[in-house]
Protein backbone atom coordinates (compact mmCIF):
# COMPACT_ATOMS: atom_id res chain seq x y z
CA UNK A 1 0.00 0.00 0.00
CA UNK A 2 3.02 2.44 0.54
CA UNK A 3 3.08 2.95 -3.20
CA UNK A 4 -0.11 4.52 -3.13
CA UNK A 5 0.60 7.10 -0.34
CA UNK A 6 3.79 7.58 -2.23
CA UNK A 7 2.25 8.78 -5.34
CA UNK A 8 -0.48 10.83 -3.88
CA UNK A 9 2.50 12.77 -1.57
CA UNK A 10 3.93 13.20 -4.98
CA UNK A 11 0.49 14.57 -6.89
CA UNK A 12 -0.43 16.79 -3.33
CA UNK A 13 2.79 18.30 -4.13
CA UNK A 14 1.67 18.98 -7.60
CA UNK A 15 -1.87 20.31 -7.00
CA UNK A 16 -0.76 22.75 -4.50
CA UNK A 17 3.00 23.40 -6.29
CA UNK A 18 1.92 25.14 -9.59
CA UNK A 19 -1.51 26.14 -10.82
CA UNK A 20 -3.82 23.72 -12.68
CA UNK A 21 -5.23 23.47 -16.44
CA UNK A 22 -7.65 21.44 -17.63
CA UNK A 23 -5.03 19.24 -19.15
CA UNK A 24 -4.11 17.55 -16.11
CA UNK A 25 -5.47 15.19 -14.81
CA UNK A 26 -5.17 11.91 -11.59
CA UNK A 27 -6.41 8.84 -13.37
CA UNK A 28 -7.85 5.98 -10.90
CA UNK A 29 -7.90 2.65 -12.39
CA UNK A 30 -10.06 0.37 -10.72
CA UNK A 31 -9.44 -3.65 -10.80
CA UNK A 32 -12.83 -4.23 -13.22
CA UNK A 33 -10.97 -2.00 -16.02
CA UNK A 34 -12.86 1.20 -15.07
CA UNK A 35 -11.18 4.38 -14.96
CA UNK A 36 -12.20 7.85 -12.47
CA UNK A 37 -10.60 10.61 -14.38
CA UNK A 38 -10.49 13.85 -12.16
CA UNK A 39 -9.35 17.16 -13.46
CA UNK A 40 -6.23 18.81 -11.09
CA UNK A 41 -8.02 22.15 -11.05
CA UNK A 42 -11.43 20.78 -9.08
CA UNK A 43 -9.42 18.19 -7.05
CA UNK A 44 -9.10 20.06 -3.60
CA UNK A 45 -7.47 17.06 -1.64
CA UNK A 46 -6.75 13.48 -1.59
CA UNK A 47 -6.93 12.05 1.93
CA UNK A 48 -7.19 8.04 3.64
CA UNK A 49 -9.45 6.92 6.19
CA UNK A 50 -9.78 3.76 8.42
CA UNK A 51 -12.97 4.03 7.82
CA UNK A 52 -14.77 2.01 4.86
CA UNK A 53 -17.65 3.04 2.65
CA UNK A 54 -19.70 1.58 5.45
CA UNK A 55 -18.67 3.57 8.38
CA UNK A 56 -16.78 0.48 9.53
CA UNK A 57 -13.42 1.54 11.48
CA UNK A 58 -10.27 -0.81 10.12
CA UNK A 59 -7.15 -0.42 12.01
CA UNK A 60 -5.73 -0.58 8.66
CA UNK A 61 -6.26 2.39 6.31
CA UNK A 62 -8.76 1.43 3.35
CA UNK A 63 -10.55 4.07 2.04
CA UNK A 64 -9.35 6.52 -0.42
CA UNK A 65 -10.90 10.09 -0.55
CA UNK A 66 -11.23 12.49 -2.95
CA UNK A 67 -12.57 15.95 -2.24
CA UNK A 68 -14.04 18.26 -5.19
CA UNK A 69 -16.13 21.44 -4.43
CA UNK A 70 -19.27 19.99 -4.68
CA UNK A 71 -18.40 16.32 -3.62
CA UNK A 72 -16.51 13.25 -1.86
CA UNK A 73 -15.81 10.38 -3.67
CA UNK A 74 -14.92 7.68 -1.44
CA UNK A 75 -12.75 4.81 -3.16
CA UNK A 76 -12.19 1.37 -1.47
CA UNK A 77 -8.69 0.57 -2.03
CA UNK A 78 -9.11 -3.15 -2.52
CA UNK A 79 -10.73 -2.27 -5.78
CA UNK A 80 -7.95 0.21 -7.24
CA UNK A 81 -5.19 -1.25 -9.59
CA UNK A 82 -2.98 2.13 -10.08
CA UNK A 83 -2.72 5.71 -10.11
CA UNK A 84 -1.34 7.89 -12.60
CA UNK A 85 -1.10 11.74 -12.50
CA UNK A 86 -1.02 12.55 -16.47
CA UNK A 87 -1.52 15.42 -19.18
CA UNK A 88 -3.95 14.68 -21.64
CA UNK A 89 -4.67 15.61 -24.73
CA UNK A 90 -8.56 14.85 -24.62
CA UNK A 91 -8.98 18.00 -22.56
CA UNK A 92 -8.89 21.01 -24.06
CA UNK A 93 -6.03 23.76 -24.02
CA UNK A 94 -8.25 26.24 -21.38
CA UNK A 95 -10.90 25.95 -19.66
CA UNK A 96 -13.12 28.46 -22.01
CA UNK A 97 -15.15 25.58 -23.86
CA UNK A 98 -15.79 24.47 -26.06
CA UNK A 99 -13.13 24.06 -28.23
CA UNK A 100 -13.04 21.95 -31.65
CA UNK A 101 -11.19 18.82 -31.05
CA UNK A 102 -9.43 16.98 -34.57
CA UNK A 103 -9.31 13.27 -33.72
CA UNK A 104 -7.16 12.56 -36.87
CA UNK A 105 -10.56 10.97 -38.59
CA UNK A 106 -10.28 10.29 -42.43
CA UNK A 107 -12.62 12.98 -43.28
CA UNK A 108 -11.28 15.61 -41.05
CA UNK A 109 -14.20 15.93 -39.27
CA UNK A 110 -14.09 17.82 -35.96
CA UNK A 111 -15.65 17.37 -33.09
CA UNK A 112 -16.75 19.99 -29.97
CA UNK A 113 -15.69 19.05 -27.11
CA UNK A 114 -18.78 19.62 -24.96
CA UNK A 115 -22.19 18.88 -26.00
CA UNK A 116 -25.06 21.22 -27.44
CA UNK A 117 -26.16 23.91 -24.64
CA UNK A 118 -23.07 22.49 -22.02
CA UNK A 119 -20.11 24.76 -20.80
CA UNK A 120 -17.39 21.57 -19.95
CA UNK A 121 -17.15 18.32 -20.86
CA UNK A 122 -18.72 17.20 -18.22
CA UNK A 123 -21.69 18.65 -18.42
CA UNK A 124 -24.95 16.79 -20.47
CA UNK A 125 -26.03 20.18 -21.64
CA UNK A 126 -29.46 20.41 -23.75
CA UNK A 127 -31.89 17.68 -24.46
CA UNK A 128 -33.30 17.99 -28.13
CA UNK A 129 -35.78 16.76 -30.68
CA UNK A 130 -34.41 15.40 -34.37
CA UNK A 131 -32.99 18.52 -36.34
CA UNK A 132 -33.46 20.43 -33.37
CA UNK A 133 -29.87 21.49 -33.87
CA UNK A 134 -28.46 21.58 -37.08
CA UNK A 135 -24.53 20.88 -36.23
CA UNK A 136 -25.49 17.13 -35.34
CA UNK A 137 -23.21 14.32 -37.14
CA UNK A 138 -24.23 12.50 -40.07
CA UNK A 139 -24.72 8.86 -39.77
CA UNK A 140 -21.57 8.37 -41.77
CA UNK A 141 -19.69 10.62 -39.69
CA UNK A 142 -21.12 8.90 -36.43
CA UNK A 143 -19.84 5.72 -38.25
CA UNK A 144 -16.72 7.39 -39.05
CA UNK A 145 -16.10 7.60 -34.97
CA UNK A 146 -16.69 4.27 -34.32
CA UNK A 147 -14.79 3.01 -36.72
CA UNK A 148 -11.66 4.80 -36.72
CA UNK A 149 -11.52 5.82 -32.58
CA UNK A 150 -10.82 3.56 -29.99
CA UNK A 151 -13.49 3.87 -26.62
CA UNK A 152 -13.69 3.27 -23.09
CA UNK A 153 -16.36 3.34 -20.20
CA UNK A 154 -15.19 6.28 -17.25
CA UNK A 155 -15.77 8.41 -14.82
CA UNK A 156 -14.59 12.25 -15.31
CA UNK A 157 -14.96 14.46 -12.78
CA UNK A 158 -17.70 12.18 -11.21
CA UNK A 159 -19.59 11.83 -14.85
CA UNK A 160 -20.13 8.36 -16.44
CA UNK A 161 -19.85 8.46 -20.09
CA UNK A 162 -17.26 7.06 -23.23
CA UNK A 163 -14.01 8.61 -24.21
CA UNK A 164 -13.34 7.96 -27.54
CA UNK A 165 -9.42 8.77 -28.92
CA UNK A 166 -8.58 9.00 -32.37
CA UNK A 167 -5.49 8.02 -34.31
CA UNK A 168 -3.92 10.98 -33.87
CA UNK A 169 -4.24 10.82 -29.98
CA UNK A 170 -7.11 13.75 -29.67
CA UNK A 171 -9.68 12.30 -27.46
CA UNK A 172 -13.33 13.75 -26.61
CA UNK A 173 -15.96 12.47 -23.72
CA UNK A 174 -19.05 11.80 -24.15
CA UNK A 175 -21.34 12.19 -20.80
CA UNK A 176 -24.09 9.22 -20.12
CA UNK A 177 -26.63 11.73 -20.28
CA UNK A 178 -29.84 9.90 -21.05
CA UNK A 179 -32.66 11.38 -22.46
CA UNK A 180 -36.18 13.31 -22.08
CA UNK A 181 -39.48 12.04 -22.53
CA UNK A 182 -42.26 14.53 -21.84
CA UNK A 183 -40.30 15.98 -19.25
CA UNK A 184 -39.31 12.89 -17.54
CA UNK A 185 -35.09 11.83 -17.88
CA UNK A 186 -34.60 7.95 -18.13
CA UNK A 187 -31.07 6.52 -18.21
CA UNK A 188 -29.41 9.13 -16.60
CA UNK A 189 -25.75 8.17 -15.64
CA UNK A 190 -26.13 4.53 -17.60
CA UNK A 191 -26.52 5.60 -21.24
CA UNK A 192 -25.64 7.89 -23.91
CA UNK A 193 -28.07 8.66 -27.02
CA UNK A 194 -26.91 11.64 -29.12
CA UNK A 195 -28.63 12.39 -32.38
CA UNK A 196 -27.33 12.48 -35.93
CA UNK A 197 -28.75 14.68 -38.39
CA UNK A 198 -29.71 11.39 -40.87
CA UNK A 199 -33.77 10.25 -40.55
CA UNK A 200 -34.22 6.83 -40.58
CA UNK A 201 -37.66 6.52 -41.85
CA UNK A 202 -40.73 9.26 -41.18
CA UNK A 203 -40.44 8.38 -37.74
CA UNK A 204 -37.37 7.74 -36.58
CA UNK A 205 -33.77 9.09 -37.27
CA UNK A 206 -30.27 7.57 -36.17
CA UNK A 207 -28.19 7.80 -33.28
CA UNK A 208 -25.16 7.16 -31.35
CA UNK A 209 -25.65 5.13 -28.47
CA UNK A 210 -23.95 3.95 -25.96
CA UNK A 211 -23.66 1.73 -22.40
CA UNK A 212 -20.71 0.62 -20.40
CA UNK A 213 -19.49 -2.30 -22.22
CA UNK A 214 -20.76 -0.84 -25.49
CA UNK A 215 -20.53 1.43 -28.54
CA UNK A 216 -22.62 1.63 -31.77
CA UNK A 217 -25.45 3.84 -33.89
CA UNK A 218 -28.78 2.85 -33.78
CA UNK A 219 -32.28 4.44 -34.52
CA UNK A 220 -35.08 6.57 -31.99
CA UNK A 221 -38.32 8.31 -31.98
CA UNK A 222 -37.70 11.52 -33.52
CA UNK A 223 -39.60 13.13 -31.23
CA UNK A 224 -37.51 11.46 -27.93
CA UNK A 225 -35.39 14.32 -26.70
CA UNK A 226 -31.93 13.35 -26.47
CA UNK A 227 -28.25 14.77 -26.40
CA UNK A 228 -26.14 16.60 -29.54
CA UNK A 229 -22.86 16.48 -29.62
CA UNK A 230 -21.89 19.19 -32.91
CA UNK A 231 -19.67 18.46 -35.55
CA UNK A 232 -18.22 20.54 -38.40
Known amino acids: ?29 RNDGSLNAFS ?44 SFVQSSYTCPDANHPHWIDLGLPSGTLWRCCNEGASTPEAYGGYYTFRQVSSAPTLDQIEEILNNTTSEWMTQNGVKGRKFVGPNGGTIFLP ?10 SDVGSYGYYWSSTPFDEGNAYVLDFLSNNAGWGYDFRYDERSVRPVR
Open 1 to 29: MKHFYLLMLSIAFTLSGKAQSDREFINIY
Open 40 to 83: CNVVDSITYSHYDTDSIFYDEIVTQLVYTPDSVYFMPLVEIDSI
Open 176 to 185: AAGFRWYGEF
